[in-house]
Each structure stands twice: as structure tokens, then as C-alpha cells.
């Protein structure tokens, strides 16, 4: 089995229509809106959005963006990391926190030093040194998520 690796869209660009189109399996949202901000990103005007893959060989194993405003009322916090997932027969494996790192690090590198993300997750974000920082509503929700803050 191929070692898994983490690499930016903007290092292999063609995997776009691929990697959109995972991201719309995982979450439901619009193949379109992913392609938009994705080609936004390999645009290269600014350091947001970004997007990343864990690849394991050819297959996708692993991904999450950065991207302004995940769908909340708190504009003021802003990056936020969104679509984190990894497939469910590689959970287990630190993947998640090897992606928060590598994010970190690659958004630092561009003059970012605070990210922020939205969940429903109690606990988990916490084992990779992010803080909850406050509640904040999600588009369309009636109950408030969490968000959570880390300085990179």
C-alpha cells in the first residue's frame, strides 16, 4: 500500500473536476461551488482559498479547504478550514491532525497565523491543539455549532 500524502491542488491542478467532485460525494454541496472555488485557488490572486488532498497513490484518501467563511455569522473569523474528511477506512490513522498541520503550516507560509473552523464535533479538534473559541450559527441552523480557533 502507498504511503499517504499530502499535497495542495496548486501541485497537481488537474486533479480539480476529481477532487470537486469528492468533495460533493462527501458533503452533498454543489459540484459547481467546489469547481468555483477551486479554480479560484489555482488562480493564485490570494492565499484563500487553498485546498488539499491526502492522496494514497491515485486514490483520495483525504481532503479539506480554506476558505473565507464557512457558512456562518461570524464574517470576523475568518480563514476557516472547511470540508475535512477522510474516508472511514483510513480514520484512526492521525490523518486528520497530519492535514490540520500541513494547512497550518502552508497558510502561516502565506502571512496567516489564525484559522478558525466550524463543527459539530465535541473533543476532537482539542487532541490536535485547536481551542474553542465560541459558538457560532451556521447558515440555516437553529442551534448554535462550535467554533473553534488555532494560532499557526
Request: proline content about 7%.
Amino acid at each position: 500500500m502507498p504511503q499517504p500524502h499530502i499535497l495542495p491542488l496548486t501541485a497537481v491542478p488537474t486533479l480539480l473536476p476529481t477532487l470537486a467532485a469528492w468533495f460533493h460525494d462527501k458533503w452533498g454541496i454543489p459540484y459547481a461551488a467546489y469547481e468555483e472555488s477551486m479554480t479560484d485557488a489555482l488562480a493564485g490572486q490570494a492565499s484563500v482559498p487553498a485546498w488539499y488532498a491526502i492522496l494514497e497513490g491515485d486514490r483520495i484518501i483525504g481532503g479539506a479547504g480554506v476558505i473565507a467563511n464557512d457558512f456562518h455569522d461570524r464574517p470576523d473569523l475568518t480563514p476557516n478550514i472547511c470540508a475535512l474528511y477522510i474516508e472511514p477506512d483510513r480514520r484512526g490513522r492521525g490523518l486528520a491532525g497530519k492535514l490540520l498541520d500541513h494547512i497550518c503550516a502552508d497558510m502561516k507560509g502565506k502571512g496567516i497565523s489564525t484559522l478558525y473552523l466550524l463543527t459539530d464535533h465535541t473533543a476532537f479538534y482539542e487532541r490536535y491543539g485547536w481551542e474553542f473559541y465560541c459558538l457560532a450559527h451556521g447558515d440555516g441552523e437553529d442551534t448554535p455549532s462550535r467554533m473553534y480557533r488555532k494560532e499557526c
